[in-house]
């Protein structure tokens, strides 16, 4: 069983839609963090929150928007997405300050499809 | 810019066999991280390598870490089926929260 919970596990949206990507994590971390997975590219780092803020965005357009409210919740806001972002979005958190025990653990993603 | 490099990209490999895989990255790096995805699944971290000459086993596999090399090795042994999967090593810098993926190493074990 994961520590790292994401819903919804599946979404079909529109390329006009507005949705969005829920992450939750019940380990005490205080990193979290969205990748992205396509079928034909290594996994990519999309941002990075550090006891709730942004230190990291690799270069993400500004259709994909993260919300961090607090160290156990990420959210990735979705608009007029294209077809190219259908991918596996993957939340992870992690305590990078530790010495030991800083692996990052991940939730089971969201299948995202954009048509 | 931190890269890491997996290869082979693919494996195809008979069981009771053993073979390597290789991470190199590309900048000093004091942490490393090898994970598993099985199909449609998430990512299980599988080794935690902290220092050079770092060695780890969990059954057939082992990892370990050449830090002046920047180079980590995921050597299976006696392959079972059960070991196909997708292998990622990952790399991050202490005191950062930028944790960096390889390419993967997607692995078949076939009879």
């Known amino acids: 069983e994961t520590g790292v919970t994401q819903t919804p596990r599946h979404l079909v949206m529109g390329m006009t839609n507005k949705k969005s990507l829920k992450c939750e994590q019940h380990l005490g971390h205080n990193a979290m963090y969205w990748y992205k997975q396509s079928a034909k590219k290594p996994l990519e780092l999309m941002f990075v929150?550090?006891?709730?803020?942004?230190?990291e965005n690799n270069s993400v357009p500004s259709r994909f928007s993260p919300e961090c409210p607090n160290s156990s919740h990420l959210f990735l806001h979705l608009h007029t997405l294209q077809p190219e972002d259908s991918a596996l979005y993957l939340c992870?958190?992690?305590?990078?300050?530790?010495?030991?025990?800083?692996?990052?653990?991940f939730g089971q993603g969201t299948r995202l499809t954009v048509v | 810019e931190l890269k890491v490099e997996q290869n082979p990209l693919f494996l195809s490999m008979q069981e009771g066999k053993n073979y390597t895989i290789y991470c190199n990255y590309s900048?000093?790096?004091?942490?490393l991280y090898w994970y598993r995805q099985d199909p449609g699944k998430s990512l299980e971290s599988l080794f935690v390598?902290?220092?050079?000459?770092a060695v780890k086993q969990e059954g057939r596999l082992m990892a370990s870490l050449d830090t002046k090399a920047r180079l980590s090795t995921l050597h299976i042994t006696a392959a079972v089926h059960d070991l196909s999967a997708t292998y990622f090593c990952a790399v991050d810098r202490a005191g950062t929260d930028k944790l960096i993926f390889g390419t993967g190493t997607r692995l078949q074990v076939f009879p």
């Open positions: 929150y550090n006891f709730k803020e942004q230190t």
């Open positions: 992870a958190s992690s305590h990078p300050g530790q010495v030991l025990n800083t692996e990052a653990f």
């Open positions: 390598l902290l220092s050079n000459g």
């Open positions: 900048t000093t790096s004091d942490r």
